[in-house]
């Protein structure tokens, strides 16, 4: 006889307020701890399965699961209902979890309909990664329909009501009482009471199924006696991806050899598809490309090979030089200097031209030279910086050199013609 309202357990550490649900394998209650101040579940095995045969055997399935629980709890996973008590209250076992306040999965689809894809996949990545860890420690759910997920908010859910000892089936239960949760538990369970990973992923995958259509699957039973298709969810909503409807078509296939065989493998089925990163090009093939310029209308326009620039002589200035050297050459010549004279006008004519920009004054024998010292400096300074606006200071300098010399040398010749006859 389940416990009514208001009944004490435990010295009045635990009092009942409501049944949650009773089923063929438990019963579950809501009440308050006490001392604590806290809303808590109790599950308990169901009272007439004292007359079943297996009973003692499902009992102590119920306490070491229940005890594989409570070691998980002591390091809490955010998705799996913590476990708080063991205790046996008269002949009757029971096991104290975590109440989790808020609206399980059925409850949400019935009020909203079919969710979003982008709504539902991480709350039952959040499942999915909750029962790999219940599986690495070697149990199974095997309850893991829409009323055993809870959304406690947006994207958060915790997974419920572990169907602790389901792998043994009591002889006095029928086939209907066994089946459960029509429509999420695959013909294996219901048929021989596995307790494989693959039940598991079967039951996820089919709670993912109602999630997105607002409908429930066909049976497994029905699928393997009636050879009844499977209407894929795509099928009834076509706006969840080709990826979502494949992890459901796989995690619900009839047969467990043909699910993926660890809920690890059947969420990377749920993952978004990575980008990969395009092949790298072959050394033997890659070449460095060099773009031309652009204007700013972004035309290209093809480069000019670089000239070298023309190289400029100033005449003018050159022309200046060479008629200055030419009267001190005439000079220098009507006032009977002699041929060393002529040599010392000509060192310095050539001292000028290296250092064309300083007034050099010698002292000549003839007073008209004196009065050039000004003048021929400033031209060959002059025409030193055009010069080497184009070429080399040595360039420059045999420039000036030779035209200074051409001059002297004109001036020179230039008297004795004028003169040969007089």
């Not at 006889?1 to 019963?27: C, D, H, N, S």
């Not at 602790?164 to 209907?176: D, H, N, Q, R």
């Not at 200071?393 to 040398?409: E, M, Q, R």
Request: charge should be neutral.
């Amino acid at each position: 006889m389940p416990w009514t309202a208001g009944e004490r357990l435990q010295a009045g550490k635990y009092v009942i307020e409501q049944v949650l649900g009773q089923g063929g394998f438990g019963i579950t209650y809501k009440a308050l701890h006490v001392e604590l101040n806290q809303k808590v579940v109790i599950k308990t095995p169901n009272e007439y399965l004292s007359l079943d045969p297996e009973y003692d055997k499902y009992v102590e399935r119920f306490i070491q699961e229940g005890r594989t629980l409570a070691r998980l709890s002591q390091d809490p996973h955010p998705h799996i209902v913590g476990v708080i008590d063991l205790f046996k209250e008269g002949a009757i076992h029971c096991l104290v979890m975590d109440f989790v306040p808020g609206e399980n999965l059925f409850e949400t689809v019935r009020r909203r309909g079919g969710l979003t894809e982008a709504e539902i996949v991480p709350c039952i990545r959040q499942i999915g990664e909750a029962l790999a860890v219940v599986h690495q420690a070697g149990l199974v759910h095997r309850d893991a329909h829409p009323g055993n997920i809870m959304l406690r908010s947006i994207n958060k859910a915790v997974l419920i009501d572990f169907g602790i000892a389901k792998e043994l089936v009591p002889k006095t239960l029928s086939s209907k009482d066994i089946a459960g949760n029509k429509g999420f538990a695959p013909y294996e369970q219901m048929s021989s009471g596995s307790r494989e990973p693959t039940v598991d992923i079967y039951c996820l995958a089919a709670t993912l199924y109602y999630a997105v259509t607002g409908q429930r699957p066909t049976t497994s039973l029905a699928r393997k006696l009636e050879n009844t298709s499977l209407t894929p969810p795509k099928q009834i909503n076509p706006s969840i991806s080709d990826r979502l409807n494949q992890a459901i078509i796989e995690g619900m296939a009839l047969e467990a050899k043909d699910r993926p065989q660890s809920m690890q493998v059947w969420l990377a089925i749920l993952e978004e598809p990575k980008a990969t990163p395009p092949p790298p090009v072959d050394r033997v093939y890659r070449k460095e490309v060099v773009r031309p310029k652009a204007k700013l209308n972004s035309e290209a326009i093809p480069e000019k090979p670089a000239t070298k620039s023309p190289k400029i002589i100033p005449w003018g200035w050159l022309a200046v030089v060479l008629l200055s050297y030419l009267l001190i050459g005439y000079l220098l010549a009507a006032s009977n200097a002699s041929y060393i004279a002529v040599a010392v006008a000509v060192a310095w004519a050539v001292a000028v031209a290296v250092a064309w920009a300083v007034a050099v004054a010698v002292a000549w024998a003839v007073a008209v030279a004196v009065a050039w010292a000004w003048a021929v400096p400033w031209a060959v300074a002059g025409a030193g910086d055009k010069l080497q606006e184009s070429f080399s200071k040595v360039h420059t300098f045999l420039i000036l050199a030779s035209t200074s010399s051409l001059g002297l040398g004109l001036g020179w010749l230039g008297h004795r013609i004028f003169n040969t006859g007089s």
